[in-house]
């Protein structure tokens, strides 16, 4: 079992930043690919970016390419999301997600556990 907690959302102006957290808890939470997601109301969730263990392979959607980064650091079990140049189009609950397979997957049903999300505003 991991357990998945977010922080980090908040209201913010267009072309700000923000950085998300996921602390990972669990017995083997720092061997999991991690995963971050957004759902903005009536919307499917869809795929941000997301990470292996190591660090060493991410993945990255289009449509935040060069603006949102992830980055883990396994001695803390935290992932992060650094999100820059916001876009009011940015607006959702974020949530990060954990599989045990190595490839950070953007298929929201290859995720095993899932946080709560935290939510993000970005006001034009």
């Known amino acids: 079992q991991v357990q998945l907690v977010e922080s980090g959302g908040g209201l913010v102006q267009a072309g700000g930043s923000l950085r998300l957290s996921c602390a990972a808890s669990g017995r083997t939470a720092n061997r999991h690919t991690m995963g971050w997601f957004r759902q903005a109301p009536g919307r499917e969730r869809e795929f941000v970016a997301g990470?292996?263990?190591?660090?060493?392979?991410?993945n990255t959607a289009n449509s935040v390419k060069g603006r949102f980064t992830v980055s883990r650091d396994n001695a803390k079990n935290t992932v992060y999301l650094q999100m820059n140049s916001l876009k009011p189009e940015d607006t959702a609950v974020y949530l990060c997600?954990?599989?045990?397979?190595?490839?950070?997957?953007?298929?929201?049903?290859?995720?095993?556990?899932w946080g709560q999300g935290t939510q993000v505003t970005v006001s034009s």
């Open positions: 990470i292996n263990w190591s660090g060493g392979t991410t």
């Open positions: 997600a954990a599989r045990t397979e190595t490839w950070p997957s953007p298929a929201v049903k290859d995720y095993d556990y």
